[in-house]
């Protein structure tokens, strides 16, 4: 899936003051409502890694992980969907935001003149954003249930993919992140 997301040109720099894109429905058909969400969650890895950046702070946090997957399991069960399927799919999600982060940290270390100059706030600003990301995410996971269980859905992931790196003007790295949020969304669907 990986080259799939690096066809499309995506003109976009992977800095934080970029303008917002033209907002995606979250409901939108099919599944680009799934991969409208990954490119809206790589987006706000950038604001992670400007508030762990220069700091004590690791782009790992195995607590903070576990807790999200704990949470997706106990919520899928809820959606009808399998649990491990979920997790599967959201630690797809942790790996390609820690892959912009760490990114993106290479990037500022080298041209300190693009290091960030904010620091937004993890817990008031990021993660209640990243919170209603997670619920939607949960939801197209149940809307796309079917779809993804059919043998094309990685052709179509591959197409929403491009769409969704296309409309929220990911850069390269931003790119490389979408590609590695995508192994788990076919793979294991009922």
């Not at 702070?57 to 069960?77: G, N």
């Not at 799919?89 to 982060?101: G, H, S, T, W, Y």
């Not at 788990?184 to 669907?189: I, L, R």
Request: net charge positive; hydrophobic share 40%; proline share 7%.
């Amino acid at each position: 899936m990986a080259t799939s997301a690096t066809l499309v040109l995506g003109p976009a720099t992977a800095d934080t003051q970029r303008p917002a894109p033209a907002r995606q429905s979250t409901t939108a058909h099919g599944l680009a409502s799934v991969t409208d969400l990954f490119a809206q969650r790589l987006l706000l890895a950038d604001k992670v890694a400007a508030a762990k950046y220069g700091t004590d702070t690791p782009v790992d946090d195995p607590a903070r992980e576990a807790q999200i997957l704990a949470d997706v399991r106990s919520r899928a069960a809820g959606l009808g969907l399998d649990p491990d399927v979920v997790a599967a799919v959201f630690r797809d999600q942790i790996e390609a935001n820690k892959l912009v982060q760490r990114g993106l940290h290479a990037r500022w270390d080298a041209n300190p003149g693009e290091r960030p100059t904010g620091r937004p706030d993890l817990a008031k600003e990021v993660r209640p954003a990243l919170d209603r990301i997670t619920t939607g995410l949960l939801a197209a996971l149940a809307e796309t249930d079917r779809e993804r269980a059919v043998p094309s859905c990685g052709p179509r992931l591959a197409v929403a993919a491009g769409r969704s790196a296309y409309t929220h003007r990911l850069d390269a790295l931003h790119l490389q992140g979408l590609g590695r949020a995508l192994p788990s969304v076919c793979a294991g669907s009922r």
